[in-house]
């Protein structure tokens, strides 16, 4: 006899695979900041054909947007951890005239780089995630603080004063050109990708995720929460620091008041970028989007004669929206 009491009812295939729910948060961080691009493009490229979209204002736009996107960054990773880091601009100052008083003082060009832009930039960043340890205030006050304090510094070593008259090897090497592409494009390039391959192939990039999505889990998984907030830190201060560098090139001078409100760029880079404001989501391609996306948009606005003020506005408005966005959007997961 069969014994029916052994056999169960198998599904019956109907050769249609089920239909995913539509999810607007995913669909938003995987496209959203290339449609926005496009449209500004163009828009701007039927308000202005005649200027906007020519090769020699394109390539601009990308020249400028250089610095927006190295110190976007090294933003990222802040905000990816639940913070942010509002020194950048005076990192930025600081290094370049750090830099600039090791060249005047002789030092070859490599090495005034890597000491005044890159070794300082990361002390400048291990300063603001040591404090942020020590204090465990939360980084948008001790970045605050440091804001200020790196700034004042800045204005002591310098006199105030602007430095120039360095080596034209140094110019030509940080700001020049190399196989037609300028080089600062190339230095954000190499370091966007350097950081892209952190976050998604390393184990301090994973780490660094789970830190921003959830601070006790994390602990709670092992990870060193202490260790993992000095290394973003540093990492934002190294990007700002060789944004300072390259700043100081392309202008020809140290200026001890360069930077002043980048970091409103660097935020509204990221945050426009997708990275969400409340942690432990954002990729590097979104960042540098969202750089690119600041760069037209201040370029446009110059193009159409609209004064430096409304520019102003705009970034606040945007950093507003894309943040109201990024909440609506995860209440409906």
């Known amino acids: 006899m069969i014994d029916t009491a052994k056999e169960t009812a198998k599904p019956v295939k109907t050769g249609k695979s089920e239909k995913k729910p539509f999810n607007a948060r995913a669909v938003w961080q995987k496209y959203g900041i290339f449609g926005i691009f496009i449209i500004i493009v163009a828009l701007l490229g039927i308000m202005s054909p005649q200027y906007f979209l020519t090769t020699n204002n394109l390539t601009q736009v990308v020249l400028q947007s250089s610095i927006t996107i190295l110190i976007a960054c090294g933003e990222f990773f802040a905000i990816l951890i639940?913070?942010?880091?509002l020194s950048v601009g005076s990192v930025i100052a600081l290094t370049g005239v750090v830099t600039a008083k090791l060249l005047m003082a002789g030092t070859p060009v490599i090495l005034a780089i890597?000491?005044?832009?890159?070794?300082v930039g990361a002390l400048l960043g291990a300063i603001n995630g040591g404090l942020v340890n020590l204090t465990g205030l939360h980084p948008f006050i001790i970045?605050?603080?440091?804001?200020?304090?790196?700034?004042?510094?800045?204005?002591?070593i310098s006199d105030a004063s602007p430095i120039f008259g360095f080596p034209q090897s140094f110019k030509d090497g940080v700001?020049?050109?190399?196989?037609?592409?300028?080089?600062?494009?190339?230095?954000?390039?190499?370091?966007?990708?350097?950081?892209h391959f952190i976050t998604k192939k390393t184990i301090v990039?994973?780490?660094i995720y789970a830190l921003g999505g959830n601070t006790k889990s994390a602990w709670f998984s092992g990870i060193n929460i202490k260790?993992?907030?000095?290394?973003v830190f540093i990492i934002s201060g190294i990007c700002a620091g060789i944004a300072g560098v390259v700043t100081t090139a392309r202008l020809g001078s140290a200026e001890p008041l360069a930077g002043q409100g980048f970091e409103t760029f660097a935020i509204a880079s990221a945050i426009i970028g997708g990275t969400s404001f409340f942690g432990g989501k954002g990729y590097i391609p979104g960042v540098v989007m969202g750089g690119l996306?600041?760069?037209?948009?201040?370029?446009?606005?110059n193009i159409l004669n609209i004064s430096t003020y409304y520019q102003q506005i705009v970034m606040g408005c945007l950093i507003i929206a894309a943040v109201t966005l990024d909440k609506l959007l995860s209440a409906k997961k």
């Open 227 to 231: 260790k993992h907030t000095l290394i």
């Open 143 to 156: 970045t605050l603080g440091t804001m200020a304090i790196f700034r004042g510094v800045t204005l002591i």
């Open 82 to 85: 639940a913070g942010i880091d």
């Open 205 to 207: 990039g994973r780490n």
């Open 175 to 195: 700001a020049g050109w190399l196989f037609g592409i300028p080089i600062p494009v190339l230095i954000a390039l190499v370091v966007a990708l350097v950081l």
């Open 293 to 301: 996306i600041i760069g037209v948009i201040n370029n446009g606005l």
């Open 114 to 119: 890597l000491i005044g832009g890159i070794l």
